[in-house]
């Protein structure tokens, strides 16, 4: 399903030029990006690859100015799935962050990246949406992205400590937006 979700983002981002069009596509992909990152299950990285649990991702999309609203929602679709998986209910073996190469990078690397890629993912997101969308727009957008993100993260372990964070980026992009 997480390809599906973001197939669509990228095909309404592609068909449609309109701020709206863009809002759907952005929302889109952020359902897409919740999950997205255990897409290394079917990837020959294994599990909690650090090519996927990171930004790496945003980089295939964050050039094409069509797919900026993709890499938006995609960006913090992944920075609530990293957020919550930065709460395992123990990091060790499976739970870890594992390189190309090197294998696993232990516990407490594995919080520090799980943490900075989704700080990062989440500025990364609010960042590009704030530049995208004039002020109703974006505000209607954040409520529907807030709703994701609640929804998802009731239903993930260690869920409600990344609302937190994910809560606090909300209120960056709103300090940052002139006007508001």
Do not use: E, Q
């Not at 863009?22 to 599990?47: E, M, Q």
């Not at 649990?53 to 900026?68: D, E, K, Q, T």
Request: glycine share 12%; proline share 6%; aromatic share 10%.
């Amino acid at each position: 399903m997480t390809i599906l979700w973001l197939a669509a983002a990228i095909v309404v981002a592609m068909l449609l030029r309109h701020p709206i069009a863009v809002a759907v596509a952005l929302v889109l992909a952020v359902v897409s990006g919740t999950t997205f990152p255990d897409i290394d299950f079917w990837l020959p990285f294994g599990h909690r690859s650090g090519m996927t649990h990171s930004i790496a991702p945003l980089l295939l999309l964050a050039y094409h100015p069509r797919l900026r609203g993709v890499a938006a929602g995609l960006a913090i679709g992944i920075g609530l799935h990293l957020a919550a998986d930065c709460f395992p209910n123990a990091m060790r073996g499976y739970a870890t962050i594992k390189l190309p190469f090197a294998g696993s990078i232990g516990s407490a690397a594995s919080y520090g990246w799980l943490g900075l890629n989704a700080l990062a993912a989440l500025g990364i997101g609010a960042g590009i949406a704030v530049r995208l969308f004039d002020t109703l727009v974006l505000a209607v957008t954040a409520i529907a992205v807030a709703g994701i993100a609640v929804a998802y993260l009731a239903v993930t372990d260690g869920g409600w400590p990344p609302l937190a964070l994910f809560a606090a980026a909300g209120w960056l992009t709103h300090r940052r937006r002139p006007g508001w």
